[in-house]
C-alpha cells in the first residue's frame, strides 16, 4: 500500500524528530537574513555553538524544517524563529527518487547495485568511526567528517542514476549498515 502523503506532511515528519526545539543563543550573522547557527554538537538543538563563519549551511534537518515553516530560521529577540525570508520549494530542483531505496533489490553486478553497495560501505565505515570517536578517539573525527563528505558526493550520484534504463525515477542511498558481511534490516 502506497498512501498518497502531502509535501507538508512528509517534511513535517522527517522534521519533526530532528528540530525537538529551539533554543536561544548568541547570534552569529549571516548575509541574507540577519543570524543563523550551526547546531551544537553535544544534542544536535541549537544552543551553544555558532557558526563558524556566515557563509555555513545550517544542518540538514534545520534545512527541512525551514522548508516546512516556508521561512528562513532567524535570530531575534533574544531567540530562534523561523521569521526569516521565505523558504521556495522548486519542484523541479527534486529528484525524483524511488520509495525506500533497498539495495538488496537492485540487480547483482549492475551499475546500480555496484554504487548503491559502494556508499552501503562508506556508511558503515563512518558509524564506525564515529563510534570510535565517541569511545574515546577523538582524532578519528576528521576522518568521520571525510567519511561524510564522500557520503554525499555518493548519495548525489544515486539520486542521478535512473533505477532502470530509461526510468522515470532515479535511485537514492539505503543507508544499510553492513555487519559482519551481511548487511543489517536485509
Keep these: 500500500m502506497n498512501p498518497e502523503i502531502s509535501r507538508r506532511t512528509a ?3 522527517a522534521a519533526a524528530f530532528a528540530v525537538p526545539a529551539v533554543a536561544t543563543s548568541a547570534p552569529t550573522a549571516h548575509a541574507a537574513d540577519g543570524h ?3 547546531p551544537a554538537a553535544d ?3 541549537p544552543g551553544g555553538v555558532p557558526a563558524a563563519a556566515p ?3 545550517l544542518a540538514h534537518y534545520y534545512r527541512f524544517q525551514e522548508i516546512v515553516e516556508g521561512r528562513r530560521m532567524v535570530y531575534r529577540s533574544g531567540q530562534w524563529r523561523f521569521e526569516g525570508s521565505p523558504v521556495e ?6 529528484y525524483p527518487m524511488i520509495d525506500d531505496p533497498d539495495t538488496s533489490r537492485l540487480p547483482e553486478g549492475s551499475p546500480q547495485r555496484k554504487a548503491a553497495e559502494a556508499c552501503d560501505q562508506t556508511y558503515t565505515t563512518m558509524l564506525v568511526v564515529l563510534q570510535s570517536v565517541f569511545d574515546g578517539h577523538p582524532g578519528e573525527l576528521r576522518r568521520a567528517a571525510e567519511l561524510m563528505t564522500q557520503l554525499e558526493k555518493q548519495a548525489h550520484q ?3 542514476m535512473p533505477r532502470t534504463a530509461g526510468g522515470r525515477t532515479v535511485l537514492g542511498p539505503a543507508f544499510r549498515f553492513i555487519a559482519t558481511g551481511r ?3 536485509s
Excluded: F, H
Design 55 to 57: 557563509s555555513e549551511e
Design 183 to 185: 548487511a543489517v534490516g
Design 11 to 13: 517534511l513535517e515528519g
Design 158 to 160: 544515486l539520486a542521478e
Design 36 to 38: 543563523r547557527l550551526a
Design 43 to 45: 544534542n544536535g538543538t
Design 89 to 94: 520549494l522548486d519542484p523541479k530542483g527534486i
